[in-house]
């Protein structure tokens, strides 16, 4: 198991920009595949992004594509997620996830295990 911790989210303007980071604790991070999703009010949390162990493969959901960067440094336990054009349809919580020896193509919530608590993220119009 392993332990998320997000940061980085706060209030931006529609077109603004953000990082959010996601510090992972334990010595086998590296076998970890990581995603990240998000949830807004009375909705369901839904799929962002995921990457690889190694960080080579990148997945993203349409929504997404081309405005946000998933990346990780594995020997620094880190976890990013680089939000660029913002929308106010991305306003959520923003969660890291991991799982160990999971796939880049994980895209659902329940082939997740590993869960940070989330960060606020909010998009003014």
């Known amino acids: 198991q392993v332990r998320l911790v997000e940061s980085g989210g706060g209030l931006v303007q529609a077109g603004g920009s953000l990082r959010l980071s996601c510090a992972a604790s334990?010595?086998?991070?590296?076998?970890?595949?990581v995603g990240w999703f998000r949830q807004a009010p009375g909705k369901e949390r839904e799929f962002v992004s995921a990457?690889?162990?190694?960080?080579?493969?990148?997945n993203y959901a349409d929504s997404v594509k081309g405005r946000f960067t998933i990346s990780r440094d594995n020997a620094k336990n880190m976890v990013y997620l680089q939000m660029n054009s913002l929308k106010p349809e991305d306003t959520a919580v923003y969660y890291c996830a991991a799982e160990r020896w999971g796939s880049v193509d994980a895209d659902n919530i329940n082939e997740y295990h590993n869960w940070g608590q989330g960060t606020q993220v909010t998009v003014s119009s």
């Open positions: 334990g010595r086998t991070f590296s076998i970890y595949a």
């Open positions: 990457l690889s162990r190694s960080g080579s493969s990148t």
